[in-house]
């Protein structure tokens, strides 16, 4: 699963926000309030690494002054915690991992076939697309756009995916809707994944026509679920 | 090796609301918060697409929730109101240190 990690400042050392602003330092840095008081609510041990899984849940503790990261082995200790805690698990081996089954529906019940909420959309692309499966309203999320490379138009889709793995997604494009292609000299992906922090997992990620696709006089994008 | 890392289970969440061990006063270390940061950025990358057999689940309670903003002028999230809900169905790491 995909791991984001983020940094809190307490509440006593609001004055030195500013020594994170360095360009490489992209990582978010939260400001704690009297009003939140998350260091006294979350019980925190100042330099505790707390990692929580799916569903917020305290999954594991790594104190760095008790466990100073210039050690290689100590800094071993905290990967691994983290590797733990991103384990993908599908216990019955359907395709949908057993966090994103639970999540929604509380059991491992649920098939890729099956569509709970009748929106004629499977549970297979609701998990591979990140939407809510519970929500007939909540579909696919793709946003095309012209884009411009070199001055010549071409057509690039934003895809909202579940952006800790699952099924491969295919950009693939036409210039009449008969004859796909998603070779990259047609069609390639632009860019890394995007966090939507939507709190269903999910991420954008975009692809593009090549400039000689999109020199054609017609355009199409189409975007595949292609199951494992 | 004698570190000190909590896995925590049913039986052994040990936090509770209410306590104040984090008001104790320690020193800030410049060079703490660029060594966690690479570390899990690289931590990041490699966990992505782990998959293994299934393990036991631990059934902690979620944290309380909290909205508070993000003041790192280079993050994506910069000036936005951040909650820990904003990462469910994600695993999130939170470094509780000092600027620096």
Redesign the interface.
């Known amino acids: 699963m995909r791991v984001e990690i983020l940094g809190f400042n307490r509440i006593s050392d609001e004055a030195y926000n500013s020594l994170v602003a360095r360009p490489l330092n992209v990582l978010p840095w939260l400001q704690d309030t009297t009003e939140q008081d998350v260091w006294n609510r979350w019980a925190i041990d100042y330099r505790d690494v707390l990692i929580l899984d799916a569903f917020n849940r305290p999954v594991g503790k790594y104190n760095l002054t008790a466990n100073d990261l210039l050690s290689s082995a100590r800094r071993q200790v905290l990967k691994q915690l983290l590797l733990d805690a991103a384990v993908i698990v599908d216990s019955d081996q359907d395709g949908l991992p057993d966090v994103w089954e639970t999540f929604w529906f509380d059991s491992l019940a649920q098939r890729p076939e099956d569509d709970f909420d009748g929106d004629g959309i499977d549970q297979r692309t609701e998990f591979a697309l990140a939407s809510n499966p519970k929500d007939p309203l909540s579909g696919p999320l793709l946003k095309p756009i012209i884009v411009r490379p070199g001055g010549r138009p071409a057509l690039a889709v934003t895809v909202r995916r579940f952006s800790g793995g699952g099924p491969t997604l295919m950009a693939e494009t036409s210039s009449d809707l008969v004859n796909w292609s998603a070779e990259p000299s047609s069609i390639f992906r632009v860019g890394s994944l995007v966090n939507a922090f939507d709190g269903m997992g999910g991420a954008e990620a975009r692809f593009q026509q090549s400039s000689a696709a999109g020199a054609l006089p017609n355009g199409f994008v189409r975007v595949r679920v292609v199951a494992p | ?1 004698g ?6 289970r049913p039986t052994q ?14 020193p ?3 060079s ?6 690479l ?6 990358l ?10 036991a ?21 910069n000036g936005k109101a ?1 909650s ?17």
């Open positions: 090796m570190h000190s890392s909590k896995v925590l969440t040990r936090v509770t609301p209410g306590d104040a061990r984090c008001q104790r006063s320690l800030s270390s410049p703490s918060w660029s060594s966690v940061g570390l899990l950025i690289i931590a990041l490699a966990a992505a697409t782990h998959v293994a057999p299934a393990t689940q631990t059934v902690a309670e979620p944290k309380p929730d909290f909205l508070v903003r993000d003041v790192n002028p280079n993050s994506p999230r951040v820990p809900r904003d990462y469910r169905l994600q695993i999130s790491a939170f470094y509780f240190g000092a600027a620096g």
